[in-house]
C-alpha cells in the first residue's frame, strides 16, 4: 500500500529486500564498496532501474557550488546511501537528509551493512517542493 507518508514505499521494500539478501549473504566486515557491488546485482536481477556513484550538482543560491556522488540513484526518485559502519551516528543520518535537500529529492535509505544486522533508516525530505516549510523526518 502506497500513501503519501510512505511514497514510493513499494520500491523502497524492493531495494530493502536487495540489501537484506546481500547481508544475509555476505555478513558484515567487508567494505563499503563490496556492499554496493552486491547491491548492484542485486537491484539488476529483480529489474530496479538505477544509477550507481551517480554525480549530482550542489546549488547555493541558484549557483553550483559543486557536486557530490550518491551512492545509488534509484529510478529517478529514491536516493541510497549505504554504510558499512559497527553502528550509524546522527553525523551519518544528517547527511542523507542533506543530500535528499540539495538533489530535491522526496524519498532516501540510509543503509548500513557494518552491523551484525542489517540496519536502514528510510528518510522523507519535508522541504521537497516546499523550500520555506516542513523538515526532513525519518520513518
Not at 531495494?15 to 556492499?35: D, K, R, T, W
Not at 557530490?68 to 547527511?95: G, P
Request: proline residues 1%; negative net charge.
Amino acid at each position: 500500500m502506497q500513501t503519501e507518508k510512505y511514497k514510493y514505499s513499494d520500491l523502497t521494500g524492493k531495494i530493502i529486500g536487495c540489501a537484506m539478501a546481500v547481508h544475509s549473504a555476505l555478513g558484515n566486515g567487508f567494505q563499503e564498496v563490496i556492499y554496493q557491488r552486491a547491491l548492484e546485482i542485486e537491484m539488476s536481477d529483480i529489474g530496479v532501474l538505477f544509477s550507481r556513484e551517480h554525480e549530482m550538482p550542489i546549488y547555493y543560491k541558484s549557483q553550483q557550488i559543486g557536486t557530490r556522488r550518491v551512492d545509488f540513484l534509484i529510478e529517478s526518485i529514491v536516493s541510497v546511501e549505504l554504510k558499512a559502519l559497527s553502528k550509524l551516528e546522527d553525523v551519518h543520518l544528517a547527511q542523507a537528509i542533506n543530500y535528499l535537500e540539495a538533489y530535491d529529492l522526496e524519498v532516501g535509505l540510509l543503509i548500513n551493512f557494518g552491523s551484525k544486522s542489517l540496519e536502514f533508516k528510510r528518510l522523507i525530505n519535508g522541504k521537497f517542493h516546499q523550500k520555506d516549510q516542513g523538515n526532513p523526518e525519518i520513518i
